[in-house]
């Protein structure tokens, strides 16, 4: 990671392990332990001024803010900011951004979303159509295979959401969060931080597909989108409004091509 990007809280705790017990129908139970996942919360700040209150899970902290400026249209790419510092704590991430930029108040409704997640200014870039690409079925397989082995974090805790990201040189990177925009978002810093093409790419969620998931992988230029889930009718007029291609319902032996 570049010199300008410091994430002095990449060693925080993603899961902690908490006493219970596992009781039965028929009153016997099981003193057990489990893995918990971790709730955080981090301000994210931008020229000195809050953009940002992020419900979290605190990993991948960087990607998460990098992607989150993108996807929120605030930023044109990595290049846009000077300078990402975040605390030992993880608890604020200051962010620095080329000339004088004017932030405007947050107008539009809140994101779905199962955190807590506040977002308090507006991004000005508007979004593009995205180029016509076609997904061949052996990506969304692979995409879906993947997921059926599951995921890290969520396979001991069953407490985040995950986010697949597929390159065009095949491989395939996993990012989990509380929040399924958040995993998302992590993703998008992800491929930006590491150069790699957006024409190109193809995200999987394990979330619902609402239209805020569709316009944050517009924003991305991501030009697919693959759900284990399923989509509400905005986020399929929203696809079909800029280009995106938006499949769902994706498992290891079938899925649906959603169009208006």
């Not at 596992?22 to 955080?40: A, K, R």
């Not at 000339?99 to 991004?123: H, V, W």
Request: a negative charge.
């Amino acid at each position: 990671m570049e010199d300008r990007f410091l994430n002095k809280a990449n060693n925080l705790p993603v899961k902690e392990s908490i006493s219970g017990r596992t009781v039965n129908v028929d009153g016997t139970f099981l003193e057990e332990v489990s893995e918990v996942i971790v709730e955080h919360e981090m301000e994210v700040t931008i020229n000195g001024v809050t953009a940002f209150i992020l419900s979290c899970t605190p990993g991948d902290l960087t990607e998460l803010v990098v992607g989150r400026l993108y996807t929120e249209r605030i930023i044109g790419g990595p290049d846009d900011i000077v300078k990402l510092f975040i605390c030992g704590k993880g608890q604020l991430a200051e962010v620095s951004l080329k000339g004088d930029m004017e932030f405007k108040p947050y107008s539009g409704a809140e994101p779905t979303c199962c955190t807590g997640n506040r977002q308090l200014i507006d991004g000005g870039r508007k979004l593009k159509r995205l180029s016509d690409i076609q997904v061949k079925r052996e990506v969304v397989f692979a995409l879906a295979n993947r997921f059926s082995e599951d995921s890290r974090l969520h396979k001991s805790t069953g407490g985040t959401h995950s986010c697949y990201i597929r390159f065009d040189d095949g491989s395939i990177e996993v990012f989990e969060d509380i929040g399924r925009h958040n995993a998302l978002d992590k993703a998008v810093g992800y491929m930006l931080l590491n150069g790699y093409s957006a024409e190109s790419s193809v995200l999987y969620t394990t979330g619902r597909v609402a239209a805020d998931m569709v316009i944050k992988v517009v924003a991305a230029g991501i030009p697919a989108l693959v759900s284990k889930a399923v989509p509400t009718t905005k986020a399929v007029a929203l696809a079909n409004e800029y280009g995106l291609k938006l499949i769902c319902k994706a498992w290891p032996d079938s899925y649906c091509e959603l169009r208006m």
